[in-house]
């Protein structure tokens, strides 16, 4: 999940203590910003709506392919 929070809105990012995922739809994936005292929930939305579950795989990978081009950010949430 730190990859993937590599494309989120750097202020949102910072003090983040955990990133979860929570939900999985055809339109993207939403990932659970955790701070001390709140959470904000941001979605990824993928390039093009789904119109098979089965590609649901291939989307996610290009997701992270596009954090693993983002340079990681002071404040971003390390590997547990």
């Keep these: 999940m730190a990859l993937l929070a590599r494309l989120v809105d750097p202020q949102l990012v910072q003090g983040v203590r955990r990133v979860l995922p929570?939900?999985?739809d055809r339109?993207?994936?939403?990932?659970?910003?955790e701070h001390a005292n709140?959470?904000?929930d941001v979605r990824l939305p993928f390039p093009a709506?789904?119109?098979?579950a089965a590609e649901a795989g291939d989307q996610v990978q290009a997701l992270l392919a596009a954090a693993r081009f983002r340079p990681r950010r002071l404040g971003s949430p390390s590997r547990p």
């Design 22 to 24: 929570v939900s999985l």
């Design 27 to 33: 339109y993207g994936i939403t990932l659970r910003l």
């Design 38 to 40: 709140t959470h904000h």
């Design 49 to 52: 709506p789904l119109s098979d």
